[in-house]
């Protein structure tokens, strides 16, 4: 997941309550910055977004986005 669409779907976020502090070696940059952001609970106590939650309006214009080249 990458920050903008976690900050974006901020009223969808739920509390997760055993998060984990994995180590997560196949993550670019970006998604490790965002990651460590989450583990040292920058954005608050446990914030999980679920994939399911991610609104498919918002989802569907960004892939429409990048399949055009946008």
Not at 2 to 24: N, S
Not at 29 to 44: C, I, K, P, W
Request: glycine share 4%; charged share 35%.
């Amino acid at each position: 997941m990458d920050r903008q669409t976690l900050v974006e779907h901020r009223d969808r976020w739920v509390q997760d309550r055993a998060p984990t502090a994995a180590r997560l070696t196949r993550l670019d940059a970006a998604e490790q910055s965002l990651y460590a952001d989450l583990v040292t609970d920058r954005f608050g106590e446990g914030v999980r977004l679920e994939q399911e939650r991610i609104d498919w309006a918002w989802a569907s214009e960004r892939l429409s986005a990048a399949a055009s080249g946008c």
